[in-house]
């Protein structure tokens, strides 16, 4: 134990880990370490001290002390929203949510009109607690010509400017950035898009009275880390943001974030409860200050148990975590706090474009906003098509029985839908799909089960022949079977010896494709194309059925 004690590591360089991975990668370059994000800011391998420093210019300690300063304490507060198909199982709901945990009066989507009576019984219910309106029907504002008490708190996130009078407790001025969200914001133009909404906000106001009112609303996405990053990065721009005003020390801004649904998915719903722990996390861990989990099958509509579930997430987290002993849990990290640093430069960047450009509503009548957006979302949905980015049970590792739900209860934009409604299609017109197995089964093994994967997301559970080895009797199949479509699959070079013999005898109404992607002029000889890799299965699936429908007709 004394030597033990007395033994001393030499700390490695940055050169000298770098020189030990690449030869880890044998071969491959050491920059294949490094990933580009949709923000376009590059992740590293390895974080240091130096690193770290040269980055930030050295003004790390500055960069933790102006996040801590800006959030009020470690705990965030759990707003459970209540579901109801009338007020009464409303209030009920509320009710039975703050004895098990829930500390906000949550208000969003409802499947009952807002009347008088139920705004009556509504705005009873916020003299008793505090509350969070999310104004998806904007008759709810009305419930505040029923409340009595002005000394009631709460938060109203609407997209729209709300003037609600003699409620100085209430915080009304919203940068609402859900929208720009579901519309595929990356983490740099939400932050943003936050802070021009909020430049617009405070015109016309002292900053000490637009401050008490004002607050942010996040959705908070899958990518755990730039999450953390993007809580703690609005920190550091609220106080840049306040400086530009003339107040050096603004109070801690509000923060409200709830899990997004741009990932939620209608097949598989439980992994959505997956996604949703890990975004209430990402959230905590980042210090928002109100946090709302949807229910994993909000989509189609929740029950009572899947409206627990939902909360207990927030309280294991709260609970049974001990992240809420630490203010900025996530502080200290060189990743994080480089990200942090990242997102806080290119945000503040686009920030001032936006108001270069006008402010926020100017840049968004130009069109200029919405093509970006545009652009963001169309790059998640291709990654999503090609696998780039995966939704387990959905594009990958998909059960091919499960059929699309019918039922809507909450509608946004999803990088999931496209699957979702590839499975309707093969629905209505259903492809008998036949994998043609040649060779050593262990060899063709994981290729096979790719296009059985690949298939699988389309609802269409591919059949799979029996290994041949024959080049004769793999004609004869091919020649009397009562398939569609088949997939030829065997090694490269089986693939390329049997390939053009298998074309040479194929019948004419069968599509026939081979699994992998080889420069060979098959197409020329009738082959239909290719399954790997890479590829846009949406594309691919769609194409081969529509050359069904042409060949059938």
């Given at each position: 134990?004394?030597?033990?004690?007395?033994?001393?590591?030499?700390?490695?360089?940055?050169?000298?880990?770098?020189e030990?991975?690449?030869?880890?990668?044998?071969?491959?370059?050491?920059?294949?370490?490094?990933?580009?994000?949709?923000?376009?800011?590059?992740?590293?391998?390895?974080?240091?001290t130096?690193?770290?420093?040269?980055?930030?210019?050295g003004?790390?300690?500055?960069?933790?002390?102006?996040i801590r300063?800006?959030?009020v304490?470690?705990?965030?507060?759990?707003?459970?929203?209540?579901?109801?198909?009338?007020?009464?199982?409303?209030?009920?709901?509320?009710?039975?949510?703050?004895?098990?945990?829930?500390?906000?009066?949550?208000?969003?989507?409802?499947?009952?009109e807002?009347?008088?009576?139920?705004?009556?019984?509504?705005a009873?219910?916020?003299?008793?607690h505090p509350f969070v309106?999310?104004?998806?029907?904007?008759?709810?504002?009305?419930?505040?010509?029923?409340?009595?008490?002005?000394?009631?708190?709460?938060?109203?996130?609407?997209?729209?400017?709300?003037?609600?009078?003699d409620?100085?407790?209430?915080?009304?001025l919203?940068a609402?950035?859900?929208?720009?969200?579901?519309?595929?914001?990356?983490?740099?133009?939400?932050?943003?898009?936050a802070?021009?909404?909020?430049?617009?906000?405070?015109?016309?106001?002292?900053?000490?009275?637009?401050e008490?009112q004002?607050?942010?609303?996040?959705?908070?996405?899958?990518?755990?880390?730039?999450?953390?990053?993007?809580?703690?990065?609005?920190r550091?721009?609220?106080?840049?943001?306040?400086?530009?005003?003339?107040?050096?020390?603004?109070?801690?801004?509000?923060i409200?974030?709830e899990?997004?649904?741009?990932?939620?998915?209608?097949?598989?719903v439980?992994v959505?409860?997956?996604?949703?722990?890990?975004?209430?996390?990402?959230?905590?861990?980042?210090?928002?200050?109100?946090?709302t989990?949807?229910?994993?099958?909000?989509?189609?509509?929740?029950?009572?148990?899947?409206?627990?579930?939902?909360?207990?997430?927030?309280?294991?987290i709260?609970?049974?975590?001990?992240?809420?002993?630490?203010?900025?849990?996530?502080?200290?990290?060189?990743?994080?706090?480089?990200?942090?640093?990242?997102?806080?430069?290119?945000?503040?960047?686009k920030?001032?474009?936006?108001?270069?450009?006008?402010?926020?509503?100017?840049?968004?009548?130009?069109?200029?906003?919405q093509?970006?957006?545009?652009?963001?979302m169309?790059?998640?949905?291709?990654?999503?098509?090609?696998?780039?980015?995966?939704?387990?049970?959905?594009?990958?590792?998909?059960?091919?029985?499960?059929?699309?739900?019918?039922e809507?209860?909450?509608?946004?934009?999803?990088?999931?839908?496209?699957?979702?409604e590839?499975?309707?299609?093969?629905?209505?017109?259903p492809?008998?799909?036949?994998?043609l197995?040649?060779?050593?089964?262990?060899?063709?093994?994981?290729?096979?089960?790719?296009?059985?994967?690949?298939?699988?997301t389309?609802?269409i559970?591919?059949?799979?022949?029996?290994?041949?080895?024959?080049?004769?009797?793999?004609k004869?199949w091919?020649?009397n079977?009562t398939?569609?479509?088949?997939?030829?699959?065997?090694?490269?070079?089986?693939?390329?010896?049997v390939?053009?013999?298998?074309?040479?005898?194929?019948?004419?109404?069968?599509?026939?494709?081979?699994?992998?992607?080889?420069?060979?002029?098959?197409?020329?000889?009738?082959?239909?194309?290719?399954?790997?890799?890479?590829?846009n299965?949406?594309?691919?699936?769609?194409g081969?059925?529509?050359?069904?429908?042409?060949?059938?007709?």
């Amino acid at each position: 134990m004394t030597n033990m004690k007395e033994v001393e590591f030499k700390k490695p360089s940055y050169d000298e880990w770098q020189e030990a991975s690449i030869k880890a990668l044998k071969g491959k370059p050491f920059e294949s370490l490094f990933t580009k994000t949709i923000e376009g800011i590059t992740l590293e391998p390895l974080y240091t001290t130096e690193s770290l420093m040269a980055k930030v210019d050295g003004k790390l300690e500055e960069q933790v002390s102006t996040i801590r300063a800006m959030q009020v304490d470690s705990a965030f507060t759990v707003a459970q929203a209540a579901y109801g198909d009338t007020i009464e199982e409303f209030i009920a709901q509320t009710e039975d949510s703050f004895e098990r945990g829930n500390q906000y009066v949550t208000v969003g989507k409802v499947n009952f009109e807002w009347n008088e009576n139920a705004l009556k019984q509504l705005a009873a219910l916020l003299e008793k607690h505090p509350f969070v309106i999310n104004v998806v029907d904007p008759a709810v504002v009305d419930v505040f010509k029923y409340v009595e008490n002005k000394d009631i708190s709460g938060f109203i996130i609407s997209k729209e400017e709300q003037t609600i009078l003699d409620f100085p407790n209430v915080r009304k001025l919203n940068a609402y950035i859900q929208d720009a969200h579901y519309q595929g914001a990356n983490a740099v133009q939400e932050l943003a898009i936050a802070l021009a909404k909020a430049s617009e906000l405070a015109n016309n106001m002292e900053f000490a009275e637009f401050e008490k009112q004002f607050f942010v609303s996040f959705a908070i996405d899958t990518k755990f880390f730039m999450e953390i990053a993007k809580i703690r990065a609005f920190r550091v721009l609220w106080k840049a943001f306040a400086k530009a005003y003339g107040v050096e020390n603004p109070q801690p801004v509000k923060i409200f974030a709830e899990t997004s649904l741009r990932s939620f998915s209608k097949l598989d719903v439980y992994v959505n409860l997956l996604r949703a722990g890990n975004e209430a996390f990402s959230a905590v861990l980042g210090g928002a200050d109100v946090v709302t989990v949807h229910p994993h099958d909000v989509l189609t509509k929740p029950t009572n148990q899947s409206i627990r579930i939902a909360r207990n997430v927030s309280l294991v987290i709260k609970e049974e975590s001990h992240i809420t002993q630490v203010l900025d849990p996530a502080g200290g990290s060189y990743y994080v706090e480089s990200l942090t640093h990242e997102l806080v430069k290119k945000a503040w960047a686009k920030f001032v474009e936006i108001e270069e450009a006008g402010g926020y509503s100017a840049y968004a009548e130009s069109g200029k906003l919405q093509k970006e957006l545009d652009e963001m979302m169309a790059k998640r949905i291709n990654d999503v098509e090609r696998r780039k980015t995966v939704l387990v049970g959905t594009n990958n590792f998909a059960n091919a029985n499960e059929e699309v739900p019918s039922e809507s209860f909450y509608e946004v934009n999803r990088i999931a839908k496209p699957f979702e409604e590839l499975r309707q299609q093969f629905k209505q017109s259903p492809v008998h799909v036949v994998i043609l197995t040649y060779g050593i089964l262990k060899n063709i093994k994981p290729r096979t089960d790719f296009v059985k994967g690949i298939f699988a997301t389309a609802g269409i559970t591919a059949e799979v022949t029996d290994p041949f080895t024959d080049v004769k009797k793999a004609k004869e199949w091919l020649s009397n079977t009562t398939a569609d479509y088949v997939v030829f699959s065997a090694t490269d070079d089986d693939t390329k010896e049997v390939i053009p013999a298998l074309l040479a005898s194929k019948p004419g109404h069968i599509l026939l494709d081979a699994a992998g992607k080889f420069d060979e002029d098959w197409e020329d000889q009738g082959l239909n194309g290719f399954v790997f890799a890479g590829q846009n299965i949406i594309e691919k699936l769609q194409g081969i059925q529509d050359t069904l429908k042409e060949v059938q007709r």
